[in-house]
């Protein structure tokens, strides 16, 4: 399975970002895909996944709110739209897919990253 990520870059806090995530390969029907993200000089964090099939959401408590995610059938792709960003926002988004739960772990496959910076 290939993730490729894209949508990141520099913004401003308070603006709005849509990261999207192309999947492609091998059946992903039943697999959870979703985002991951590593802050400069932190650990990796779980941010969001949605279960391809049902299109059942879940988010880490802090992501809730200001983040959405979303799959799109059409084009096999998955969204983060992210609002009302924050500096401390910025890392590099990771797309992560795998046939279970994806938490801090995340899951088999993962996309290369993009970046999203916040400045203050």
């Known amino acids: 399975l290939r993730l490729v990520e894209s949508g990141g870059g520099l913004v401003q806090a308070g603006a709005s970002l849509r990261l999207s995530c192309a999947a492609s390969?091998?059946?992903?029907?039943?697999?959870?895909m979703g985002w991951s993200r590593q802050p400069p000089g932190k650990e990796r964090e779980f941010v969001a996944a949605?279960?391809?099939?049902?299109?059942?959401?879940y988010y880490a408590p802090s992501m809730k709110g200001r983040f959405t995610i979303s799959r799109d059938f059409a084009k096999n792709t998955v969204h983060l739209q992210m609002n009302t960003l924050k500096p401390n926002d910025t890392a590099i988004y990771y797309c992560?897919?795998?046939?279970?739960?994806?938490?801090?772990?995340?899951?088999?496959?993962w996309g290369q990253g993009t970046p999203v910076t916040v400045s203050g």
């Open positions: 992560t897919a795998g046939p279970k739960y994806l938490g801090v772990s995340g899951g088999n496959y």
């Open positions: 390969g091998r059946t992903f029907s039943n697999y959870h």
């Open positions: 949605v279960v391809w099939s049902t299109g059942a959401t």
